[in-house]
C-alpha cells in the first residue's frame, strides 16, 4: 500500500496525530500517545443513494482497473459521454462544472480536544465524502443542479468509494482523471464540540498538471455549462479551465479559502468571488476584513462580485454597479456593515423557523435567516481614493447566518462549501444574489445539523420555496 494512504486501524483506535509511518500489519506510529478510542468496526466509507439511504463502501478494497466514468492519466477526455451527461436529466437544470478537491474524510466527534498523550473515546465517527469542491458540488445537486465534477483521483478503495458517493448523489463523474498506484486524497477531522471547531489533516491526493488536459477535453468538461466553479485548489489546470471558460462565455466562480501556489492568476479570471473571513486580510496585507475586501477587489476588475463569508454573523458581499441614477456617496465597508447587519437582524422574524409542513424534522428546526440588507450605491473609502476609483460605485449586502441554538450545531465541517454551492446555484439559476446569499445561509444552517460536511445538506422539496425567489 502506498505511504500516506489511510491505512485501516485496528478496531477501537482512531490516531489524533499526523502517522509517521505506516506498517505492513496495519499499525501505525505517530509523534505522541494521544489516540481516540472509537467502539466500532474498522470505519467504512459512506455512501448516500439518491433517496438519502445510507450504504457503505469498504476503503480497504482495491480496484484494479478505474472506477466506471473516469479516465487514466494521460488519458482523453470521454467528450461522448461527456455530450451524453449534459443532455441527460431535467433539461432545465443548468450545468454546474467545478474544478478542484475531492477526497474521503475520516470525522471524529469529541466531548472536548485532546491534551497530548491523552486517550479518550470518541461520541461518533464517520467516513464521508469531502473536499471543498466535492462538498459545494453536492450541495448544488440536491438543490436540482446538474453538477460535474474535474479533478484527480488514485484507482484505490477510497478513490472508488469517493467516486461511487458522488454517483449517487447525481453528480457527473465522467471527467475525473485517474493516476494508478497512488493515494486519493484524505483528512482526519477532530469534532471538538466544548470548542465548537473542528481541526483538519489533510493528506493531498496524485498532483495534477496542465498538459494531463488538451484544450478539447477541457471544452468537451465546460460543453452545456452555466457555471464553471473553482475551490482554488489544482491550480495549474483550473487557470487552463477558467481560460477556456471565459473564451466558451461561461460564467466563472472563484473561491479564495487560503493563500495557495498561483491562485491570484485565478482570482483575476472570477467573475464572482467568494472567500473565507481571512483570505482577503492574507492577499493583501490589511489590517481589517473590510478594508482588505475593498483593497482586494479593486485589483479584481473582471469581477462583479466579492462575497466574504463571517462564520456566525454571516456574510457580506460588494457588487460592482454599471448602471446608476443617484448621487453616491462616500462611506466605508466597515460603516455600512455595521448598519446594514442591524437592519438585517432587526427585521428577522423571532423564532421564525422553516417548518413547512414536509415532516423533515432538520427543516422544521432550522430558522429562516434574516432577509438581507442592501445599500444605496456608494464609493468605498476604506483602502483610499485610488482604490474607490478602481472600484467604481458599488452595492454592498449584509446577509446574516440563521440564529441556530448551540445544541442545534452538531459540526461546522463544510458550512462554508454549502454556502458557496448554494450561490453557485444562485449564479447558474439567474437569482438575485443576496436571495442566494440567504439561500446560503440556509442550507449551511442545515449542513451543521449533522457530523460531517455532506449528511446534513438540504435536498430541493425539503427547502422553503420563498428561500428561491
Same mark, same amino acid.
Given at each position: ?16 496525530? %499526523? ?151 447525481? %453528480? ?100 464572482? %468571488? ?43 458581499? %460588494? ?151
Amino acid at each position: 500500500m502506498p505511504l500516506g494512504s489511510p491505512t485501516p486501524l485496528p478496531a477501537r483506535a482512531v490516531a489524533t496525530e %499526523v502517522p509517521l509511518r505506516h506498517f505492513t500489519d496495519g499499525t501505525m506510529s505517530f509523534s505522541t500517545h494521544a489516540c481516540i478510542s472509537c467502539i466500532s468496526t474498522t470505519p467504512r466509507a459512506l455512501r448516500r443513494d439518491t433517496r438519502g439511504d445510507a450504504r457503505v463502501a469498504d476503503p480497504r478494497r482495491t480496484r484494479t482497473s478505474a472506477p466506471t466514468a473516469v479516465r487514466h492519466r494521460g488519458g482523453r477526455a470521454p467528450r461522448a459521454r461527456v455530450a451524453e451527461a449534459a443532455a441527460g436529466g431535467d433539461a432545465a437544470s443548468p450545468v454546474i462544472v467545478g474544478m478542484g478537491s475531492a477526497g474521503v474524510d475520516y470525522l471524529a466527534s469529541i466531548a472536548a480536544f485532546p491534551e497530548p498523550d491523552a486517550k479518550l473515546r470518541t461520541d461518533s465517527f464517520e467516513v464521508q465524502g469531502g473536499g471543498n469542491c466535492g462538498n459545494a458540488l453536492t450541495a448544488t445537486s440536491r438543490l436540482g443542479c446538474r453538477p460535474r465534477i474535474l479533478t484527480k483521483l488514485s484507482d484505490d478503495g477510497a478513490g472508488k468509494a469517493i467516486v461511487d458517493e458522488f454517483e449517487a448523489d447525481g %453528480v457527473d463523474t465522467s471527467a475525473i482523471v485517474i493516476e494508478r498506484g497512488a493515494s486519493s486524497p484524505f483528512t482526519y477531522i477532530i469534532v471538538d464540540r466544548a470548542g465548537a471547531t473542528r481541526t483538519c489533516i489533510h493528506t493531498p491526493g496524485p498532483d495534477f498538471a496542465e498538459d494531463e488536459l488538451d484544450d478539447d477535453a477541457v471544452a468537451a468538461v465546460l460543453t452545456g455549462a452555466s457555471l464553471a466553479y473553482f475551490d482554488g485548489r489544482l491550480t495549474e489546470v483550473a487557470i487552463k479551465v477558467a481560460r477556456k471558460a471565459r473564451e466558451m462565455g461561461v460564467p466563472v466562480l472563484v473561491e479564495g479559502e487560503r493563500l495557495r501556489d498561483n491562485l491570484e492568476t485565478l482570482l483575476l479570471l472570477g467573475d464572482h %468571488v467568494c472567500t473565507s473571513a481571512g483570505y482577503p486580510r492574507d492577499a493583501t496585507g490589511e489590517e481589517t476584513t473590510e478594508t482588505a475586501m475593498v483593497a482586494m477587489l479593486a485589483e479584481l476588475p473582471r469581477a462583479k462580485t466579492l462575497v466574504t463569508t463571517l462564520g456566525s454573523r454571516g456574510a457580506v458581499m %460588494v457588487a460592482r454597479v454599471d448602471d446608476w441614477d443617484e448621487a453616491c456617496d462616500e462611506t466605508t465597508l466597515r460603516e455600512l456593515v455595521a448598519s446594514l447587519e442591524a437592519e438585517a437582524k432587526a427585521n428577522e422574524t423571532e423564532n421564525a423557523t422553516s417548518g413547512d409542513g414536509d415532516g423533515d424534522a432538520d427543516a422544521a428546526a432550522v430558522p429562516l435567516p434574516a432577509v438581507p440588507a442592501t445599500s444605496a450605491t456608494v464609493y468605498l473609502m476604506d483602502a483610499g481614493k485610488d482604490a474607490a476609483t478602481k472600484l467604481g460605485p458599488v452595492r454592498v449586502t449584509f446577509a446574516p447566518a440563521a440564529a441556530m441554538r448551540v445544541e442545534q450545531i452538531a459540526d461546522t465541517t463544510g458550512a462554508g462549501d454549502s454556502f458557496i454551492g448554494s450561490f453557485c446555484f444562485g449564479v447558474a439559476t439567474g437569482m438575485a444574489l443576496p436571495a442566494a446569499m440567504r439561500l446560503g445561509a440556509y442550507v449551511a444552517a442545515r449542513k451543521c445539523t449533522a457530523l460531517g460536511a455532506r449528511p446534513g445538506l438540504p435536498r430541493r422539496d425539503t427547502v422553503p420555496e420563498e428561500l428561491f425567489i
